[in-house]
Each structure stands twice: as C-alpha cells, then as structure tokens.
C-alpha cells in the first residue's frame, strides 16, 4: 500500500510540468495572458542568429498598460532565464516579444492561467516543429481569412473546423518578393467556431489570420477575449528648455515630381531631405543633381541635407579611384552652384559597417575622400559638412555575419579618434524596430549617440547627430500590413517623439519619400491616378503642422503612450501617440494652460483630422484619447 502511494506521489510529481503550457521559438509577436491565480512566466532564449551583436528588451505590461516588468538582456548573453510574477486581478498581460528579434524564446506558464499569441503578419514570428498544433477562434459571419508566407520552413497550412471537420488547406509559396504571400478564405458559419491549425514544416512559420482576431492558443480552453481596460496617463510640462527641436524630413527622389506630387511632397517635407549621388553618373552629367536639388531648396524649404554618396544602382562599395575622386569633384562643384543657403552633410558610403570588407578598407577609403574634400577651395564656404559613418544601425550590428565587429558606434568612435577635428556630424540609420513599444529604444541611441560625440559647455553635442534613414525594415522587406496602415502612422510618430526627447538630435529623416518598384515604404504612393499620402504621410503633415523650434521638458511616466512638449516664444505644442487599441485617459499638468484656452485636435485612427474635446480647470487639461490615435494640444502662453 506505502509503495502503491509513493510510486503514485512520483507519478504526479512527474507529470506535474507537463500540466504547464509552454509556447516554444517565439521570435516576433504578443503573448496575451490571464492567470486565475498568482503565477510565474518563466521565460529562457537561446541564439537564433548574431545574437552577440545585439541586445534586446522584451515588455511585460498589465491589464491597464503598465510596464509590469522590462527584460534587459544584454548581446553577451546568448542563453539566460527570467521567471516573471503574474498576478490575479491585474487584467490581462501582454509580453512583447519585439521583432526582429535575434533570439529564440520559450515561454512557460502554469495550467491554471491562459494564454494566446498575437503573431507578427507576414514577418515570421517563430520557429516550430513539424506538426505544430494551435487554436483559433471565429467569430459567427465573420469572412476570416487564413494566411501564411514561406520564409523556408513552415511550406502549408491546415486548418481543421472542429464542429464538422470542414478543412481548408493552403500551400505556402516562395516569392521573389518579399511582400507577397498565400491565403485562403474560411468558410461562413452563423455561429462561433473554434479551428485547429497545423503547421507543416519546421523552422521559421508565418501564419496569421485577417478580417477577425489574430490570436491563437495551445488549447481549445485556452481561448478567452481580449479586455482593453481604460488606462490613465499623467503628463507633466516642465519649464526647462532641452535643445532644439529636429529637422523632420524624408528621404528625397531623384528628380523633380510632377506638379501633383511636389504638391504632396510639400506637405511631408519638413526642412530636411536625405539624398544618394552616384559617382559614375555625375561626371558623365555635370549638374544633373542642380535643377532637383535647387527644386526642395527654395520650394520645399529644406535649409538642411544629407548626401550619400554611392554608384549606379546603390553600389555601396567604393575605392579611392579617379572614378569615385572624379563623381566627388562634381558633387562639389554642384554645391557651390546652388543659390540657396544651408548646410549640405557629406557621407562618402552607404552603411560602411555592413557592406565594406572591414574597417580598415572603409577606413583608408574615407580618409582619402576626406583629404579630397579640404583640398576643393570653397567647399566649406557653400555649406559641405562631413558625416560619418553613416552606419547600418547605432548600438547593435547590421544584419550580416560577423556583425559583433561591426557595430555602428565601434566605427564612429574610430574614425572620431582618426579624424576628430576634421568630422563635422555623426549619422546613422536605424532598422528592424517593428514593435510599437520598442521605439523607446530610439531615445537610446540618440543618447548614446550623444554620449560619443561629447557635449559642449552649453550641453549641445559637439557633432551634429544625424539619423538619416529610417524605417521600420530594411531594404525590401515590407509588410503591406505595417507600410501601408496606421501602424506606420503610430510607428513614426513614437519614433519622432522618442528620439527628440532631449533635444540632441539634429536631423531625423524617413527612408523614403515616395514608393520605388519593391521598395514600397514612402510616405507618398504615386499610380494612375495621381499621388497620395499613405497613413504615415499623413501624420508626418499633422505633426509638421504643430512641429516647433525648441523641445520643452517633460515627464511622462506612461509607457503605451509617447509625447512631445515643444514651444517657440509664446507658442505651445503637446503632441503625443496612443499606440494601442485601449482608451487612455489623458490628464496634463504644469503650465497655465487653462488661461490660456488650449485647443485640441485629434489624428484618429482612420487617418482623420477634427477637433477633439477637452475640459480645462485648475490648470489641469483633461481629455479621453481613442485608441492607435495622434493629438496634438497647442495654446499660447499669455
């Protein structure tokens, strides 16, 4: 009997971490969770791919948006563990996993709370074994439709109904093309539906759902809906003055538009503009780049530019040749020719650290260039600043092997401690950041940015800081789901308001202005019928719309929503992003304002503009700001 009872005491004992669910390789996406009971999130990752070149955060926030906990996890460590508390009564969690992540996480969690995966659309978002099982939930007349891309792994997609065993089998393709991908439409039922999903293959798995709920979970139970519960956030304005307030821009075309599109441009310029000049091209077309350049000059107001300097079809690669001393010469004497003043920023590569050999080519390349450059009478005069390193990425590695050896900031501070005296302006370009709460690591790289160059007796960098590309993704790999949609609306906005938080930036330019054959991530689409804002085109004209000179202090301890207090004499502007579905109850503090009769207007989620409500007394401004939404408080001091 004693044995019979020990044996079944070992038995539980062993089965006991069976009864946990665990969710394995999650690598991009939101793990919702609801304990019935206090509970530990144990998390623990392993290397994916150039983890040693990359650190990363991951966010657990409450039912209410709180950060409950932030993991640091530093690149060196290419294994580890956490284990996080969850507790009953806080609504639901959410651990952000941001992409691109380099790590491979396995989350665990006891069997009394549930939980559901929100996965990354198009991007892959983990990487599964063959036969991986989930569940979904359809709402009655829903039109869902089942999607998936093949990144390698994952190659088809079997969804089973478990009310009928109606099954939908979809094969997943490879594209050229990034931004294609394969679905299939569910059938129609008038009631709710629970579905089984399969995954065939294994390693990396794109799948997602559209026209419902983007959630799946181990087990049918597992399943539960969403509660966006009302957040509250506390802005207080301060009265200090950070810095100046960054020139916006975007990256410019190679040509003047058409009437219709320099109309839009205007409306998205800002004063700043990012350009490539091709050395094999200008020699062969002495003043090519005059009419375009002169064009976003004085119509467009941009007194501020950035010039890549690369060869036909952005070859990044260059040596220190008659070709790429002669391309230069043109360059500059272009720059002399343009009537216009201003200061013209030089970078003489595209992201050295993840295209050249190593850093001792790029190296004896820039200081030839740079010696080019101070012997050409009159350079300095018309406004040529240099730049450097114009890197792939700051703090971590571009995307490549090797990257440990080719962080972005490594580079700088050599090339810094080559040629100090002779560089005018840190640049850099910063991608993959695909989560909307990891935009807080823009802020980052800034500061760290500054931290490198220095500061003045005045506490200004004592080089320009230029972040003259960016995106949410590199190169052509794009969701429609990200470029094409308010997400990169509230994407760009958190990452304006996020690195000029200090008011140490300089110059801070979307990559690119207007859509190019796969490279569909302007902030204007030009077809048949004309061009037009995207989404992120028109938060770009609503923040320009309130962008002033002088970034004001401010504290902001909310973390689902970003701001930006900016003022120029007795103007005022408190714009700010709500970069989730819940409402937020927004209450501002520390200035005059009610004297003042502050107005409000709102950037919704459609992309709309309108005023908006809001109740003033005691000095406090108080306002309900929808959800995924942009508003921008303005007044002026009396």
Request: charge should be negative.
């Amino acid at each position: 009997m004693l044995k019979r009872l020990l044996l079944a005491l070992l038995f539980i004992a062993v089965a006991a971490p069976a009864e946990e669910h665990r969710w394995q390789g999650l690598r991009d996406g939101v793990l919702y969770l609801r304990p019935s009971a206090w509970d530990a999130l144990d998390i623990d990752w392993q290397a994916a791919w150039q983890s040693e070149a990359n650190h990363e955060q991951l966010y657990l926030l409450d039912g209410v948006g709180h950060l409950a906990q932030q993991v640091e996890i530093a690149a060196e460590r290419n294994r580890g563990e956490r284990r996080l508390d969850l507790a009953e009564g806080n609504g639901d969690y959410a651990l952000h996993i941001p992409g691109y992540s380099f790590r491979s996480y396995r989350v665990s969690h006891g069997a009394g709370s549930a939980s559901q995966f929100e996965p990354a659309k198009l991007h892959f978002s983990a990487e599964v074994a063959d036969g991986t099982t989930l569940y979904f939930r359809v709402g009655p007349g829903q039109q869902v439709r089942l999607a998936g891309k093949n990144h390698g792994g994952v190659h088809a997609l079997q969804a089973t109904r478990l009310s009928d065993n109606a099954q939908v089998q979809l094969e997943l393709l490879r594209y050229d093309r990034y931004a294609r991908f394969d679905q299939a439409s569910l059938p129609l039922s008038p009631r709710e539906e629970i579905w089984r999903l399969e995954l065939v293959g294994s390693g990396k798995a794109a799948f997602w759902l559209d026209g419902g709920n983007n959630l799946f979970a181990l087990a049918p139970e597992q399943l539960f809906r969403l509660q966006w519960r009302p957040g509250t956030v506390q802005l207080r304005l301060r009265q200090d003055d950070l810095g100046p307030a960054p020139r916006l821009g975007s990256a410019l075309p190679y040509g003047v538009p058409e009437a219709d599109g320099m109309r839009q441009l205007a409306a998205i310029a800002g004063r700043a503009g990012a350009y490539y000049s091709f050395v094999d091209v200008l020699p062969r077309q002495p003043q090519r780049e005059i009419a375009f350049r002169q064009a976003f000059q004085e119509r467009l107001g941009i007194d501020q530019d950035i010039t890549l300097l690369a060869g036909s079809g952005r070859r990044a690669v260059l040596d220190a040749d008659p070709s790429s001393f002669a391309g230069l010469d043109a360059w500059l004497a272009d720059t002399a020719r343009l009537p216009g003043k201003g200061l013209h920023y030089l970078a003489f590569a595209d992201e050295p650290n993840l295209n050249y050999p190593d850093y001792a080519s790029y190296a004896d390349y820039f200081g030839a260039m740079l010696r080019r450059v101070q012997a050409s009478p009159g350079a300095r005069a018309a406004g040529v600043r240099i730049a450097m390193p114009a890197s792939s990425r700051l703090l971590d590695g571009p995307f490549r092997n090797g990257a440990a050896q080719r962080r972005g900031l490594d580079w700088a501070r050599q090339l810094l401690a080559e040629h100090g005296n002779d560089i005018d302006a840190l640049a850099w370009h910063e991608w993959m950041l695909r989560d909307l709460l990891a935009t807080r690591r823009y802020r980052d790289s800034v500061r760290q940015a500054a931290d490198l160059v220095g500061l003045d007796l005045n506490g200004r960098p004592r080089k320009a800081l230029l972040l003259d590309q960016t995106n949410i993704s590199s190169g052509d790999a794009l969701s429609p789901y990200q470029q094409n949609s308010q997400f990169a609306a509230l994407w760009w906005a958190s990452v304006v308001f996020n690195a000029s938080q200090d008011g140490l930036l300089d110059m801070l330019i979307w990559f690119q202005a207007m859509d190019e054959d796969a490279y569909t991530k302007g902030m204007l689409n030009e077809d048949a019928t004309g061009t037009t804002l995207k989404p992120v085109g028109l938060a770009q004209r609503f923040i320009l719309q309130h962008w002033l000179a002088q970034v004001q202090g401010l504290d902001n301890p909310a973390f689902e929503v970003d701001a930006l207090a900016l003022r120029d004499g007795k103007r005022h502007s408190l714009l700010g992003v709500n970069k989730v579905p819940r409402q937020q109850a927004m209450e501002i503090t520390g200035a005059a304002l009610c004297a003042a009769r502050p107005s409000l207007r709102l950037f919704d989620s459609q992309g709309l503009e309108r005023d908006w409500p809001l109740t003033c007394e005691a000095d406090r401004a108080r306002f309900d700001l929808p959800g995924e939404s942009l508003f921008a408080l303005t007044w002026e001091a009396t």
